[in-house]
């Protein structure tokens, strides 16, 4: 079975630093892009950033300079480093893995900043 799970979310202050991980199984993982989404309560889903096997990175501009997306293909893990963390920033963060035409989702990790 394919599993994405994310991790690392929780209350965070303004200006402060936050670390969510993404362990996915099932799926030759150096083989496909992995990407962070996030949705805001009332809003849509946005994409954040993204990771292609090469580690090629691209971001949101509302995330550019404050965001790290990074991968480690021995543990078949992905990573979003979240620094200088903003009140809008609050939201369920999403992992997902681009595995065939669907991709896999996690089901989320809340980050909530007071």
């Known amino acids: 079975q394919v599993q994405v799970v994310e991790s690392g979310g929780g209350l965070v202050q303004p200006g402060g630093s936050l670390r969510l991980s993404c362990a996915a199984s099932?799926?030759?993982?150096?083989?496909?892009?992995m990407k962070w989404y996030r949705q805001a309560p009332g809003k849509q889903r946005e994409l954040v950033a993204g990771?292609?096997?090469?580690?090629?990175?691209d971001y949101a501009d509302f995330v550019k300079g404050r965001f790290t997306i990074s991968r480690d293909n021995a543990k078949n893990m992905t990573f979003l480093q979240m620094d200088s963390l903003k009140p809008e920033d609050t939201a369920v963060y999403y992992c997902?893995?681009?595995?065939?035409?669907?991709?896999?989702w996690g089901r989320g990790t809340q980050v909530t900043e007071p």
């Open positions: 990771i292609d096997p090469r580690g090629s990175t």
């Open positions: 099932g799926i030759i993982f150096s083989l496909y892009a």
């Open positions: 997902k893995s681009e595995y065939r035409m669907t991709g896999r």
